[in-house]
């Protein structure tokens, strides 16, 4: 190794720069973050795009002027990693040899895998809260809703912040009701589980809002294909299929980690989702200890969120800078993770849990700060992002 480590983080979003700016902080090397996207976007923030309660440009900067000072942005992607030779392979033919890679690649949304969802997406009636571009077109179209029947569909786990499917729903019935067009409007909420979200508490809080507005929930269902032209789609499980007719579709496809990571043999031979196979408390993999890896990417024993990836990228850098220093990693993660559910326009239903599913509020003595407030609002809506920008991707918070 030399003097200076030679450290590689593939993936610029907030794992990635949360992590680089803190190796940068603390010295431990050169830091190269590969990132082919020019612009960066705060994806928490699209939930409220689509629901009207923030301005798409408010979620978007240019990639370079969000990567830490005193680390290297190279704008390419990776086809491949060769873990045995510690090198990187790209997909503009190059290769970056690397002493350290932090895998923080995210989860690929993959759309195809719905039969005809592509296509809902490009027509006019289809809009998402999980691409920009969707997000910003389905804010206009929501608020200017007056009629009809609106389908909003959860993904199946494994999935980025899945719940959060459900905050553009609640926003909208919010406005809707505001407005006095509510019960002009059929909503249909499919959700791949038997319960809103999984734990007691907060599916208390999420039940009595969905009983507020009135929304049409079908449990344990499954999107199974969609007819963009006669706007329906087929839902089901098992041998129980229904078919739903809209004239808006919110949708939220399945997600998987990106293929080069199983290509490249960084996954667990048995994980059918071809997730980083890293000890989910140390974030340090299985059989490579120079690989890491953290956010969406990594196998971490429980359900993924922006708001986990904080202590994540705490523990991954105090335990790669044991393993520089020639210790044994000892800093662990418990799989702490968040929702912030906007179940209105002005209050927020924060649910804060470990990998057991066990609350986890981050004030510890505060055990019902999942409850809906008007002061978790503000938290999410404005504090969170102020901090994103300014102190979470430089690796300070």
Not at 42 to 69: E, M, Y
Not at 197 to 224: H, K, N
Not at 330 to 355: I, K, L, N, Q, W
Request: net charge positive; glycine share 8%.
């Amino acid at each position: 190794m030399t003097d200076s480590p030679r450290i590689v983080v593939i993936g610029g979003g907030n794992a990635g720069l949360s992590v680089a700016g803190r190796l940068h902080r603390l010295r431990l090397g050169d830091i190269t973050v590969i990132e082919p996207r020019t612009i960066h976007v705060f994806a928490p923030l699209q939930s409220h795009i689509a629901g009207g309660t923030a301005r798409a440009s408010k979620a978007a900067r240019n990639q370079a002027d969000v990567i830490p000072a005193g680390v290297r942005w190279l704008r390419d992607e990776v086809f491949t990693v060769d873990a045995e030779a510690r090198r990187v392979h790209l997909v503009s033919g190059g290769h970056l040899d690397y002493d350290q890679l932090v895998v923080s690649a995210g989860m690929r949304m993959a759309w195809e895998q719905i039969p005809g969802l592509p296509e809902a997406m490009a027509a006019p009636s289809g809009i998402s809260n999980y691409d920009y571009e969707l997000a910003a077109k389905a804010s206009p179209v929501l608020r200017n809703l007056r009629s009809g029947t609106v389908v909003f569909t959860q993904p199946p786990e494994p999935a980025s912040c899945g719940a959060a499917a459900q905050k553009p729903m609640y926003l909208a019935c919010d406005w809707w009701r505001a407005i006095g067009v509510r019960d002009d409007l059929r909503v249909v909420f499919v959700c791949p589980d038997p319960v809103p979200f999984g734990i007691p508490a907060v599916d208390d809080e999420l039940r009595r809002t969905l009983d507020a507005y009135d929304i049409e929930v079908r449990y344990s269902r499954d999107v199974r294909r969609v007819d963009a032209d006669s706007r329906t789609l087929v839902i089901g499980r098992g041998d129980v299929e229904e078919t739903l007719a809209y004239d808006v579709l919110h949708a939220v496809p399945p997600q998987r980690a990106p293929e080069w990571i199983a290509g490249s043999g960084l996954a667990a031979s048995d994980d059918p989702h071809g997730f980083v196979d890293v000890d989910p408390e140390t974030l340090q993999h299985t059989r490579h200890p120079e690989v890491w890896a953290i956010g969406d990417a990594a196998t971490v024993a429980t359900r993924r969120s922006g708001g986990a990836i904080r202590p994540q990228a705490k523990v991954l850098v105090r335990n790669m800078r044991a393993a520089l220093a020639g210790r044994a990693p000892s800093a662990t993660y418990d799989g702490y993770s968040v929702v912030p559910f906007t179940v209105s326009r002005g209050t927020v239903v924060f649910a804060e849990f470990d990998r057991k599913g066990r609350l986890k509020p981050t004030v510890p003595f505060w055990r019902s700060l999942y409850r809906e407030r008007r002061l978790s609002w503000i938290a999410d809506r404005r504090v969170l992002p102020w901090a994103y920008w300014h102190l979470i991707l430089r690796g300070r918070a």
